[in-house]
């Protein structure tokens, strides 16, 4: 089932490893930022993500970076 769709910019992450809010998370393989809203902000880890032909799932709940309701990013793992 396919929760929601929404424009997301998918951006490999360098280095293997990446540091969020002082927690380690070392399976991380890209990062996903999209604009800010009530649905998206109250996703858990564990959902899927999917972008084309590339599936994602989240490492953790999403992050509001700015503390402003602007954008969203998560760090997610691809699954190949």
Not at 20 to 26: G, L, T, V
Not at 42 to 51: D, I, Q, Y
């Amino acid at each position: 089932d396919k929760a929601f769709k929404r424009w997301a910019k998918v951006s490999p992450v360098t280095g293997k490893e990446y540091f969020i809010s002082n927690e380690r998370f070392s399976s991380v393989t890209h990062k996903v930022e999209f604009p800010w809203d009530k649905e998206a902000a109250a996703l858990n880890s564990g959902v899927r993500l999917v972008a084309g032909e590339s599936a994602f799932d989240m490492q953790h709940k999403p992050l509001n970076p700015d503390g402003r309701n602007v954008s969203l990013m998560i760090a997610v793992k691809e699954i190949l």
